[in-house]
């Protein structure tokens, strides 16, 4: 039973959580645009917003190209520059004054969405689970880092990298690197998967609609005063 829960979560999980991400995303784009939005709760109450969205989201953000940059980088390349060891040294450092950041953020908008009553009062079901999740999902990040600590030499995240790089390019036999890792790791794999498997369903969305293209446009924007 073991061997298949493993399979199950590290072989083919990822692919189904891929598939509705991609899939749900597409759909909901499709069938219910207006939808598509983050909904924030700034208008309703600024006091906190700012201070827990800069560091919720600058924590975030360098978290995720943390863990893009760390899993998907092959050994021989990063072996140019450092060894294995330094780079989990690296990443724990990084990571750690990272989740801190998203950590205390987190914390922050938790608090005005569940103990603001306009706020709670206007939060859709979607938009409190997806909070919470995010918030146990960091937080088993966080606490990976002692578990990192106790294989200085590298070894769980070689095989952690080792498994992701077999998922995004189709080998086979990823499951195998994962199995004889810590359980903090694998559910934090899980979890943060099952984020994936939510994604279309939640205001996560709108992190797809990023509006980069106002870095690029040509002019200011004409605001006129009304007559």
């Not at 597409?26 to 983050?38: E, G, V």
């Not at 760390?70 to 050994?75: A, F, Q, R, V």
């Not at 609609?209 to 605001?223: D, E, N, T, W």
Request: glycine share 8%; aromatic share 12%; hydrophobic share 55%.
């Amino acid at each position: 039973m073991a061997a298949y829960l493993n399979d199950f979560f590290f072989g083919i999980y990822p692919y189904i959580a891929i598939v509705v991400m991609v899939m749900g995303s597409i759909l909901r784009y499709d069938q219910d645009p207006y939808s598509w939005k983050a909904g924030s709760s700034q208008l309703l109450r600024s006091r906190g917003m700012a201070l827990g969205s800069n560091l919720f989201h600058i924590g975030i953000l360098l978290l995720f190209f943390g863990h893009l940059v760390g899993l998907l980088t092959p050994e021989s390349v990063y072996h140019l520059v450092m060894s294995a060891a330094t780079k989990q040294l690296l990443a724990m450092v990084a990571g750690g004054v990272f989740g801190v950041l998203c950590f205390i953020g987190m914390t922050i908008l938790i608090i005005r969405r569940l103990f603001d009553p306009r706020i709670r009062a206007t939060s859709r079901p979607a938009d409190i689970m997806i909070l919470l999740v995010l918030y146990a999902q960091l937080i088993l990040g966080l606490a990976t880092i002692p578990a990192s600590a106790e294989h200085s030499d590298g070894s769980s995240m070689i095989a952690l990298a080792n498994w992701a790089q077999h998922i995004v390019t189709f080998r086979g036999g990823a499951a195998d690197f994962v199995a004889g890792e810590a359980m903090i790791f694998k559910l934090h794999i899980i979890l943060g998967l099952t984020i994936f498997l939510l994604f279309p369903f939640t205001r996560l969305v709108h992190v797809l609609s990023a509006p980069v293209k106002y870095l690029f446009r040509s002019g200011y924007q004409i605001v006129r005063r009304r007559a």
